[in-house]
């Protein structure tokens, strides 16, 4: 009996010149077009109001549910998964409207940004807008991880200045996380009275590592936390009232945490840092199902993580390990497996096992 023949392994660089040739490397990924997803009958309906130019527009109704977004190539993939898994949970998917924050020193992809949103999304209602990271750069320190060190990671800061002013509130969402429940119940998060933010916290968390001996051991720099009960939140996942915001001046707040940062190394970690210094014990709380963050693994060594104990209405690969790297390199965690149904991108070949 003849043996069957067997295939001859395929090269790496075979695959990678198949990438090149079919445009799906990264910065020219392909997408399919997703479904399109109706409003449920009680669903009310957007205002539309007219803007400045007279032009009409969903950008400021208040009976909308905005989410900001940062957006760009190395992200992208993680970023469509994520709007398609917001308006296929939501029950007012024509309500929704989509703020995508782009970085101005690339303005060569937006084209290429708006483009493939508007074929895979086609009824979508967004903008996109462009982000001064230049500006950013010079107050960034470096960090435990150079991924963090990102400009556009610290667009979240500038939301209330580079959003309309028409726009009252918005859900912050990072790109490595999907949404599997209606959003317009993270968007009707009460604030309370006081409240610029919501997010979910996390007590149990030893706050004091987020930040170095030099900061607690400077009794003007530590006091910072008298008279607040400061817990972890990850920002990734936040609601914020732009209004109170604004009237904070909380973007200058930040800037100065960061600019004395650069003068003296008071915490390790990113863009999340600063935010604590603000918000940490005067947020308002969102339930944990909301951040089941984590999931990307240990930011040194990629580890897999668990889900936290609860009911899950949000999961986030925070961490070092994003999904469609992990599912391409044929390398996943458990649950990336919950991750690769909201995945557009389209391959160019398939291989037969």
Aim: hydrophobic share 40%; proline share 8%; glycine share 4%.
């Amino acid at each position: 009996m003849p043996k069957p023949s067997v295939s001859p392994p395929i090269s790496i660089s075979f695959l990678l010149l198949l990438c090149a040739i079919s445009g799906t490397c990264n910065g020219d990924q392909r997408f399919k077009e997703a479904p399109k997803f109706y409003n449920s009958p009680k669903c009310r309906s957007i205002r539309r109001q007219m803007e400045q130019d007279q032009t009409s527009s969903d950008v400021c109704s208040d009976d909308a549910v905005h989410v900001a977004m940062t957006i760009d190539a190395t992200y992208l993939r993680g970023s469509m998964a994520a709007i398609l898994s917001v308006i296929q949970h939501s029950s007012c998917p024509e309500s929704i409207v989509f703020h995508f924050i782009s970085a101005a020193s690339k303005q060569s992809s937006a084209p290429f940004l708006n483009r493939t949103i508007s074929n895979s999304f086609p009824y979508l209602k967004f903008q996109i807008y462009p982000f001064d990271d230049d500006t950013v750069s010079g107050l960034i320190s470096t960090s435990i991880r150079s991924a963090l060190d990102c400009p556009l990671n610290y667009a979240r800061n500038y939301l209330a200045n580079l959003l309309p002013p028409c726009v009252h509130k918005v859900v912050y969402l990072d790109s490595d996380l999907v949404l599997v429940d209606d959003i317009a119940k993270l968007a009707a998060t009460p604030l309370g009275p006081n409240s610029a933010l919501a997010a979910p916290e996390y007590c149990n968390a030893n706050f004091t590592t987020y930040f170095t001996p030099t900061f607690w051991s400077n009794p003007s720099l530590s006091v910072t936390f008298a008279n607040r009960k400061p817990c972890y939140f990850n920002t990734g996942v936040m609601v914020i009232d732009l209004e109170r915001w604004r009237e904070g001046d909380y973007t200058t707040k930040i800037e100065e945490w960061m600019e004395l940062q650069k003068r003296m190394r008071i915490y390790e970690l990113g863009s999340l840092p600063p935010f604590l210094l603000v918000f940490a014990g005067n947020i308002a709380s969102v339930d944990h199902r909301w951040n089941q963050h984590g999931l990307g693994g240990d930011n040194f060594r990629g580890l897999c993580r668990d889900l936290h104990p609860g009911p899950v209405s949000l999961l986030h690969w925070s961490g070092k390990g994003k999904p469609w790297v992990r599912l391409d390199a044929n390398r996943p965690c458990p649950l990336d497996a919950l991750w690769a149904p909201y995945d557009l991108l389209e391959t160019p070949f398939a291989l037969e096992a």
